[in-house]
Nanobody, 120 residues
C-alpha cells in the first residue's frame, strides 16, 4: 500500500486548508486511516483517525472542534479539513493507513508528508 498526501501550504491564522491522501496498491486490507503531524524538534503526534465504517477518533485537546477527518472509500481517499488554523498547527502532516480500525504510530503505511505553515 502506498499513500500520498497533498494540500499543505502557507496560510494566515484563522484560515482553512484541506489535506487529501490517496491510498493505492493493496488497499482492500485497509481499515483505519489517519493523520499525524510533526512540528520541528518535536515528536510525531496523533491528530485524527477514521475507520472504514466512518467512526472517528480525534486528539482530545488540540484539534477537536476545528479539524474534521473524513474519507471516501470508493476513491481510497482520506481528507482532513482544518479550520481556524493557529500558528501552533504548523507542522508536517502525515497520512497513515492500517489494517486495524484505529491508526496509531505503529501503522505500517505512511504518506510522504505535506507541510502546513500558519503565520500569525
Amino acid at each position: 500500500v502506498q499513500a500520498a498526501g497533498v494540500g499543505g501550504g502557507l496560510v494566515q491564522a484563522g484560515a482553512s486548508l484541506r489535506l487529501s491522501c490517496v491510498a493505492s496498491g493493496d488497499t482492500f486490507s485497509i481499515d483505519g486511516m489517519g493523520w499525524f503531524r510533526q512540528a520541528p524538534g518535536e515528536e510525531r503526534e496523533f491528530v485524527a483517525s477514521i475507520a472504514w465504517n466512518g467512526v472517528t477518533t480525534y486528539d482530545r485537546n488540540s484539534v477537536k472542534g476545528r479539524f474534521t477527518i473524513s474519507r471516501d472509500n470508493a476513491k481510497n481517499t482520506l481528507y482532513l479539513q482544518m479550520n481556524s488554523l493557529k500558528p501552533e498547527d504548523t507542522a508536517v502532516y502525515y497520512c497513515a493507513a492500517d489494517n486495524k480500525v484505529v491508526v496509531t504510530a505503529a501503522a505500517p503505511y505512511w504518506g510522504q508528508g505535506t507541510q502546513v505553515t500558519v503565520s500569525s
